[in-house]
């Protein structure tokens, strides 16, 4: 189950730092049905390895899940509604295994946004560009973040696939050639489709949007009523 830790038509973006572009993720930030699926698939897929341990379980009621909802649900271990969003694999394993504690996810979202794109933009890419490679000692490899040290963990969901890789001429030199994805290749295929998978992937994304900044939609909503109480405020003083 460690292996077990993501619309349709993506819009290409400007390059991320590993030089691979990124795709535009889908906005779901107001669609509670698919934050709802998109907790369900971190608990299931990220919370083994990752903590998000600035959430709380009981502020998932904030998209619309009841507390026995997510008592049923979202809670595998001993935890309890009120705690907070913790991995279960002990930090001790985690460096065994993997060199080091995998970070926390409570605002990934917001840390990994840049000049390439949002943050959204970024994890949405990277969740979907992994491939199988034999030289990495995981057996993946990812395109938006080359030497990636985390396997792929939706593999079953995605299948397995390799990326296929051309030698062009350097554009800038024409006495050197230069190694371009060429496209993935399907393995094996997986449970869902890729348009499924995908829609998979933007419903965890959005969750992961939301878990950085819960209180984003009242803020916004907010603003807009203080922009229009200070719009009146000047048309009155002005009068």
């Given at each position: ?171 800038h030199n024409e006495g050197k ?63």
């Open positions: 189950k460690l292996l077990a830790a993501l619309a349709l038509v993506p819009v290409l973006a400007v390059a991320s730092e590993g030089g691979f572009p990124l795709d535009r993720a889908p906005d779901r930030s107001s669609d509670l049905s698919a934050l709802q699926n998109g907790a369900r698939l971190f608990v299931n897929y990220c919370l083994n390895c990752h903590s998000a341990s600035l959430v709380r379980y009981n502020r998932l009621r904030d998209i619309g899940l009841s507390e026995d909802q997510i008592r049923e649900n979202l809670l595998f271990t001993s935890d309890k509604v009120g705690d907070l969003m913790k991995a279960t694999m002990p930090e001790k394993d985690a460096k065994a295994w993997f060199g080091g504690v995998p970070p926390d996810l409570s605002v990934i979202i917001r840390a990994k946004a840049s000049g390439a794109g949002s943050g959204a933009d970024y994890v949405y890419t990277y969740l979907r560009t992994y491939h199988q490679d034999e030289t990495r000692p995981t057996g993946w490899n990812n395109l938006t973040f080359p030497g990636v040290g985390m396997p792929n963990v939706l593999w079953e969901l995605q299948g397995v696939r390799k990326a296929k890789f051309v030698e062009e001429k350097d554009p050639t230069v190694h371009t994805f060429a496209g993935f290749e399907q393995v094996t295929p997986g449970k869902l489709s890729a348009p499924e998978f995908d829609s998979q992937v933007a419903d965890l994304v959005a969750f992961m949007g939301w878990m950085a900044e819960p209180v984003k939609a009242k803020r916004e909503a907010l603003g807009v009523w203080v922009l229009m109480f200070l719009g009146l405020l000047v048309l009155l003083t002005w009068r």
